[in-house]
């Protein structure tokens, strides 16, 4: 929906709110015009209820309203006497409508200063969860999700089985565009297996202020912008899903809007300068080892490699009797050269020239792969490019799909919007996202720019973490994701100062019930 159609949608929801509260305010003392009034209908019904008007706020936050609305429905009953369990499980289940009826079929009274005490342990129960929904909502909606590491594409740097802290301030919180659906999960719900969500009506892209521009090699949350699966399990049918509800991807930001990136045997070059990761990243490659003499069992290899911090998937190829290990870093393998039993290392690169129909931009003019990609631009919101068939496959995809341009060919002419042109400027900045594991990562490489109305966040915080056996890794547990220099946990001070609050907090609740 556009901005136009939300408003056209928005005065039609205040008419019919005042259409059936009208008589409401006029018994609680307030004029009947004020409940047509859009946000100060809103205030004043806060008012009636007993409420504080920060409520009003909660009822304009995406997501967070579809809680506020059936409480703020059965308030209003209620401060109107009508408090029996059917009362509030009718406000509920027509959506708001019961109270049409309490208008205009019941004399009631309106019950001021009512008391806001639950009357059971139940109510009270319902209430501290409902609060606590909010609260979390908020929070995972506007500033930090929780997320899961599930693939080693950027190994060493982010294992497989950590859980972050992703912060969604540091570029500016994205406000959800799919405006119904269940919080606290993304596009699936646990357990029953079905949509979390409505994919219509949905807000235009709108994010909040950051204070935090995307830099090179950060390592960035964003939607995978080629998802059209029911969930990561499912890849038998095309699905639409809306983009805040694509699949969530974790990546290293090595291209920025206006870059010309290129990739050189394996390492990528931003505007003709090799790349530079940070002090704990590394770049991983697939190698193939051939062993002197026989092993007398896989678990010995295994054992072997495992002692040069190569674990991340082995193999056997019996044609040619080697190893393979899918990702391994230069520094680990020139290590295992020295051992007196390797007999051989040799790293798995693709040849220059050599095409791989997979990667992007899947067309047969470009013979890139997975070593040697490139060169080409990064998009930037407001640069012009020239436009012609040749490079056309580059930029099809973000004229049509993100920017939302309809294009034709004919011929050698290039038609946008029904014009012929030569010439595109665009109106997003995109990013090029890639995995530190080279061989062994789905990313740009595969299906190019990411707009920046897919990114979600950025990862601050490693809060816990478990390798493949379900031990804890206790030196990763409170880490941060960022920075240079040995990883430092603060497990134990974070603990410290958990019992120091809980203390406090044990002390400040004794002392209150002493007064």
């Known amino acids: ?51 504080p008007w920060w409520w009003t706020i909660l009822l304009f936050v995406p997501i967070v309203n579809l809680i506020m ?37 019941l004399d009631v009274t309106h019950i001021k200063d009512r008391s806001l005490h639950p009357k059971s342990a139940a109510g009270d129960w319902v209430s501290s969860i409902l609060f ?29 089985g950590d859980f ?8 500016g919180a994205r406000v959800p565009m799919t405006t119904i659906a269940a919080p606290m999960v993304h596009d699936t719900i646990p357990v029953a297996k079905v949509k979390s969500y409505l994919p219509y009506p949905q807000l235009p892209y709108m994010r909040l202020p950051g204070f935090q521009n995307i830099k090179h090699n950060d390592i960035v949350v964003f939607n995978w912008p080629v998802d059209t699966m029911l969930n990561m399990y499912h890849t038998d049918k095309y699905y639409y899903k809306p983009i805040d509800k694509k699949t969530n991807y974790v990546k290293r930001c090595v291209g920025l809007p206006g870059d010309s990136l290129s990739i050189k045997d394996g390492y990528v070059y931003i505007n003709g300068k090799q790349n530079q990761l940070p002090d704990r990243a590394r770049i991983q490659f697939s190698y193939d080892i051939a ?33 393979f290990v899918f990702a391994a870093t230069d520094e680990a393998m020139n290590r295992l050269k020295n051992h007196p039993n390797v007999a051989s290392v040799t790293v798995r690169k693709d040849s220059l020239g050599q095409s791989d129909s997979q990667l992007f931009p899947k067309d047969p003019a470009y013979s890139w792969n997975n070593d040697f990609f490139g060169p080409l631009y990064i998009p930037k919101a407001g640069a012009t490019i020239d436009l012609n068939l040749e490079v056309l496959p580059l930029y099809k995809r973000a004229i049509t799909e993100y920017e939302g341009h309809t294009l034709t060919i004919n011929g050698n002419q290039i038609s946008i919007d029904g014009k012929v042109t030569d010439k595109f400027t665009f109106s997003k900045d995109y990013y090029w996202m890639m995995g530190d594991n080279r061989h062994n990562s789905q990313d740009s490489r595969y299906w190019g720019f990411v707009p920046f109305d897919h990114v979600v966040g950025k990862p601050v915080f490693v809060w816990m973490s478990w390798d493949s056996n379900g031990k804890p890794r206790w030196d990763r547990f409170f880490t941060t994701v960022g920075g240079s220099g040995k990883l430092v946990s603060y497990l134990i001070p974070s603990l410290i100062l958990g019992v120091i609050l809980f203390g406090f907090n044990a002390w400040r609740k004794k002392r209150k019930a002493n007064r």
């Open 164 to 171: 972050l802290f992703v912060s969604k301030i540091h570029y």
């Open 132 to 160: 606590a929904i909010v609260a979390a909502t908020i929070v995972h909606t506007y500033f930090i999700q929780p997320f899961t590491i599930p693939t080693s594409s950027l190994e060493k740097t982010l294992l497989v």
């Open 291 to 323: 062993f002197k003499g026989q092993f007398s069992s896989n678990e010995e290899v295994y054992s072997l490699l495992n002692r040069y911090d190569i674990t991340d998937g082995i193999g056997f190829d019996q044609q040619s009797q080697t190893y």
């Open 69 to 105: 609305f059936p409480v703020v429905w059965v308030e209003t009953a209620r401060s109107f006497g009508k408090n029996s369990g059917v009362d509030t499980l009718l406000s509920i289940v027509t959506l708001g409508l019961y109270i049409y009826y309490i208008n205009y079929a």
């Open 1 to 51: 929906m556009t901005l136009t159609q939300w408003l056209i949608f928005f005065l039609v929801v205040q008419v019919i709110h005042g259409l059936g509260t009208w008589k409401l305010y006029i018994k609680a003392g307030r004029q009947a015009w004020e409940a047509f009034v859009p946000a100060y209908n809103a205030v004043i019904l806060m008012k009636i209820v007993n409420r």
